[in-house]
């Protein structure tokens, strides 16, 4: 469960390599919609989607229901789009925490 949302915005931003403001704002370029879209795709995963649509600064919760079929939709005809979505999904599951614990295992191996 992806409970940092913060988090989940700059992990998208820096693989997008868009800016946490485009996300959040009102910028319409393919690269912030999409990084916009997997973002809440991700958090709609689990909470409610007018909470969603409240943190990205959208005013309906309809707009994330699309952003999330966009996603899925990418996902399923693009295998390096759902291991990317994946990835980002994975390190915001559990936070900064597990990250520093797979730099301590990786060391030490």
Not at 22 to 41: E, Q
Not at 60 to 87: G, K, P, Y
Not at 96 to 101: F, G, T, W
Request: proline fraction near 2%.
């Amino acid at each position: 469960m992806i409970v940092d949302f913060d988090l989940l915005v700059r992990e998208t931003a820096d693989v997008f390599g868009v800016s946490t403001e485009d996300i959040l704002g009102p910028k319409r370029t393919k690269l912030a919609s999409l990084a916009r879209h997997v973002v809440m795709a991700c958090w709609a995963d689990h909470h409610p989607y007018q909470d969603t649509a409240d943190r990205c600064n959208r005013t309906c919760h309809s707009t994330v229901i699309w952003a999330r079929q966009r996603v899925l939709n990418e996902a399923e005809m693009d295998a390096s789009f759902a291991v990317m979505l994946n990835a980002i999904s994975r390190r915001c599951q559990y936070g900064a925490e597990l990250e520093e614990k797979e730099k301590e295992i990786e060391i030490c191996a």
